[in-house]
C-alpha cells in the first residue's frame, strides 16, 4: 500500500458515508457508499484484488469522502454524485430500454403509456407490459368500455364520446369523485388480471343486443370479448393462483462477469423480463443491492420481491422498507426463481458468444487515447449538422460517456438561415453555443470531441473554441474516396487509419452513427414541423394558437393526414376541421 493511501485511511472514520476515489489528474474514477467508510475503503488495499477491482485500485491516487447520518442518506447521495460525474469504474444499469407502463392519471382518469415510472403522486402504474402494441390494445378496449377522459385539452361543448356513453364529459360538468373512485377500481381490477367483471358486462350487453337483433352492435361486443381474452393470453406466460404484484430475482457469475436476471410478475402473469451482464466488482452481495437499488428508483416497484442471496434482505429493505423480501426454498415461487436463473445463465452465454458484447469498452477508450496522445478519454461528445439544400439546417450534439450513450445529455441546435448549407460555418456556429455555454455555467468540458467531416471541421471547431477562450482536444473522422470512414486525423492533418475489422473501429463507428441518426431525425422533425405550418397559413381561422395545437396533438405531416372529422373536431371547430381535412388531402 502506498504511503499516502495508508495515511488517508488512518483519517477516516468509522461512520457512514460516500468515498470518492480520484487519479492522479484528480479525476473521481469511482464512487462507493459504506456502512463504515473506513473499513470499506481499506478492503480495496488490505486484500488482494482481481479484474476490474485490482484495475481501479491501481488508479487510486488519493481520495476524498463525505459523512452522513445513516446509509439511507449515503444511498441517495452515491446516486446523485455518480449521475452527475459518471465514474469510470462505477456499474450503472443502462437505461435506454424500457418496458412500457399504462399510466392513469389520478386527477381525470386519462390513460397513457409511459416508459418510466416518475410522477407516482399524479399517476397509476400498471405493468410492466412486454410489449407496447399490447399496451395500446389494452388501452383502446378500456377507453371503449369505460367513461374515461379522451381528450388532452377540454372543448368547450360536449363531444362524440360523452354522446356514445364513453365519456363523463368534464367539461361541461363537475365529476364527482365518488364516480371517478369507481371507475378507478373497476380499471384497477381490470389491469390487475381480474378481468371477470368486464367480460360478464359485455356478454350481457352483446346478448342484449342480440336478442333486439342489434347485430352489429353484438359483433362489435364478441370482438372486444376476444380481444380482452387475446390480450391476456399473451400476458399470461404461466397459471399463477396469486395476484401478488412480485418481482423475482436471479443471478449468475463467470470469469469476473455477473448477469442479474428480473422476471416481473403482476396479476399472477409474467409481464416481463430484463437480464443485465455488467463486470464483476467486489462482493457480489453488494453488487446485486446497488444495481437493484438503481433499478427500482426508475421502475414501478413491487409488493413482493423474491430473491436467493445471503444477508440481502437487512441491507435492501433500509432503503425499500415497502417491499416485503422473500428467500423461498421451495413451491410454485422457488420455481420462479429457477427460471430467473436459468434466464441469468442464458445472458452469460450470449455475452460470452457475441464478440461485439464482449468488447470492453474500458481498454477500447485506452487504446483510444494512447493513440491520439490523451488522458483516458472517459467523455466523447460528437457534433453533425444536417440541411437538405440548404433549408431547414440544423445541429446535434451527443454524448458518450465510458463508451456509453447518455441521452439526458444529447443537445439540438437550431441553426441560422444565413449560413444554411455552409458546413464550416455552422460547425463553428454549434461549436462556439455549446461550449460558451458550459463555460458561463462553470460546467465540466469533455475530455474529447469528435466532428465529422475531416479535417475543415476539425479546424471550424477549433477556431471556435479559441473565439471563447476554450481548451478541449478536437479531433475528426475523415473518409476515403468512397465516402467510407477510414479513421481519425488531428489538426495538423496527421491520420490515424482504423482496422475496419477492430472493436475499436466498431465502437467510433456506434458513435458515429448515432450522432447522424440524432441529426437526420431532428432535422426531419422540423422540416414536417415547417412543412406543417406553412399547410394553414391560408385557412381563415386558423392562428397562431390553433396552429400551436395542431403541431402538438399533430407533430407530423403524416400522423394529421391520418387523423378522423372526429379526432380533428376534439380541438377545431367542425367547419375548420373538414377545410383542415380537404387541405392535408390535397
Known sequence: MKEKIARLIALLPDEPGVYLMKDENDQIIYIGKAKNLKKRVSQYFLRPQVGKVAAMVSHVDHFE????HEEKEAFILEMNLIQTHYPRYNIVLKDDSHYPYIALKRSDATLSIARRVTKRNEYYYFGPFPNSGDCYKTIDLLNSIY???K???LPSKPCLYYHLGQCLAPCIRKVEDEEY?????????????DVSEVLAKLKEKMLEASAEERYEDAQSYKEKIEAIKQTISHQ???AVTDFTSRDVVAYAEREGYLALSLLSYRGGRLLGKRSEVVASFGDSNEQITELLEQYYQKEEYPAELAILLPHFKEEFSLIYPSIRVIEPKEGRI??????????ARKALDHHFMSARLEEDNEALLEELGKMLSLPFPKRIELFDNSHLQGASPVGAMVCFINGERVKGMYRKFHLSEEDAGDDYHSMQEIIERRYLRLKEEKQEYPNLILVDGGLTQVHAAL???????????????????RHETEGIIDKEGKQYPLDRKSPLFFLLMR???EVHRFAITFHRQKRSKSMTNSLFDDIKGIGPKRRELLRKHYPTLESIQSATLEELSQILPEELALEVMKKVSQ
Open 147 to 149: 367513461p374515461t377522459r
Open 151 to 153: 381528450c388532452r385539452t
Open 334 to 343: 422457488k420455481q420462479q426463481l429457477d427460471i430467473a436463473l436459468l434466464n
Open 236 to 238: 399470461a406466460v404461466e
Open 181 to 193: 373512485r369507481r371507475m378507478y377500481e373497476s380499471i384497477r381490477r381490470f389491469l390487475e388480471g
Open 65 to 68: 469522502f463525505i459523512v452522513v
Open 511 to 513: 458513435m458515429q452513427d
Open 463 to 481: 477556431e471556435a473554441l479559441k473565439a471563447i477562450d476554450v481548451t478541449i482536444p478536437v479531433f475528426g473522422l475523415y473518409k476515403n474516396n
